[in-house]
């Protein structure tokens, strides 16, 4: 029987930590050994205590789940989950507040399209939110369940092995541009029939993978957005808001 259809990222269930996924302690102590990128972390306004990632039961970078109804949802990746973000500079925190309603972000660090549908497919019935908002990821993710019932990222690289049928049919998969997008295409669309089928409004923040964020600025981490493209971000998806009224 499947399991874990729900979560996040279940290890982080319940945490509180001072670092998370990308941007860790590792690459904040590489940066400062660099005059460029410490001078960048200084700029930017960010220590080491700047950030606090706080997980709730379920593994997401969000507040426990609150009566259905007065709330959006947002799925995505790291980017949605704001890594290397203040809490609330987040793309998803600033959209919830000028909305007025109670922001459930079900990013999860690294995850596939096929990751926010299943935690679409998942939780939106049970949530019945008034706007779904999704963030397309890199089309090569992809998630598939393992003998622990948890689920796993499948990503191309050294691990696959020619003498492995399972590994030649994913590296054929991976290989042509066709069969990634037809991945997103689905994914895409079952989540705007979930949302149709609950009479909640659909908003795609872009139709393509993360090259078309707008990145202004970077994170701590110097990877992920920082605070200025975390709101462009959100001016974005509160305007095609406002024109589905």
Same mark, same amino acid.
Request: proline letters at 3%.
């Given at each position: 029987?499947?399991?874990?259809?729900?979560?996040?990222?279940?290890?982080?269930?319940?945490?509180?930590?001072?670092?998370?996924?990308?941007?860790?302690? &590792?690459?904040?102590? /590489?940066?400062?050994?660099? !005059?460029?990128?410490?001078?960048?972390? =200084? *700029? #930017? +306004?960010?220590?080491?205590?700047?950030?606090?990632?706080?997980?709730?039961?379920?593994?997401?970078?969000?507040?426990?789940?609150?009566?259905?109804?007065?709330?959006?949802?947002?799925?995505?990746?790291?980017?949605?989950?704001?890594?290397?973000?203040?809490? &609330?500079?987040?793309? /998803?925190?600033?959209?919830? !507040?000028?909305?007025?309603?109670?922001? =459930? *972000? #079900? +990013?999860?660090?690294?995850?596939?399209?096929?990751?926010?549908?299943?935690?679409?497919?998942?939780?939106?019935?049970?949530?019945?939110?008034?706007?779904?908002?999704?963030?397309?990821?890199?089309?090569?993710?992809?998630?598939?369940?393992?003998?622990?019932?948890?689920?796993?990222?499948?990503?191309?690289?050294?691990?696959?092995?020619?003498?492995?049928?399972?590994?030649?049919?994913?590296?054929?998969?991976?290989?042509?541009?066709?069969?990634?997008?037809?991945?997103?295409?689905?994914?895409?669309?079952?989540?705007?029939?979930?949302?149709?089928?609950?009479?909640?409004?659909?908003?795609?923040?872009?139709?393509?993978?993360?090259?078309?964020?707008?990145?202004?600025?970077?994170?701590?981490?110097?990877?992920?957005?920082?605070?200025?493209?975390?709101?462009?971000?959100?001016?974005?998806?509160?305007?095609?808001?406002?024109?589905?009224?």
């Amino acid at each position: 029987m499947l399991k874990n259809l729900e979560y996040g990222s279940w290890n982080l269930s319940n945490s509180t930590l001072a670092w998370s996924g990308y941007d860790s302690l &590792e690459r904040w102590k /590489a940066h400062n050994k660099k !005059k460029h990128t410490r001078e960048q972390l =200084i *700029n #930017l +306004g960010y220590t080491d205590e700047s950030i606090t990632y706080k997980y709730n039961e379920y593994g997401f970078r969000t507040e426990p789940f609150h009566d259905k109804g007065n709330s959006i949802i947002f799925l995505g990746c790291s980017y949605t989950v704001g890594i290397g973000a203040r809490y &609330e500079d987040t793309m /998803a925190n600033v959209v919830s !507040k000028r909305l007025n309603l109670d922001g =459930i *972000n #079900l +990013g999860v660090a690294g995850g596939a399209n096929d990751t926010s549908f299943r935690l679409a497919n998942y939780w939106i019935e049970k949530l019945k939110p008034s706007i779904v908002v999704f963030q397309p990821t890199e089309f090569s993710r992809l998630e598939t369940f393992c003998e622990d019932h948890i689920p796993r990222l499948c990503l191309p690289g050294p691990a696959f092995s020619e003498k492995n049928w399972f590994a030649i049919y994913f590296k054929n998969y991976l290989m042509y541009d066709e069969n990634l997008k037809l991945n997103y295409d689905k994914n895409r669309l079952a989540i705007e029939q979930i949302c149709q089928n609950n009479r909640i409004k659909f908003i795609q923040t872009y139709d393509g993978d993360l090259t078309n964020w707008p990145m202004c600025d970077y994170g701590r981490d110097l990877a992920h957005p920082g605070v200025k493209s975390h709101q462009h971000m959100a001016d974005i998806i509160l305007k095609k808001i406002n024109e589905e009224r």
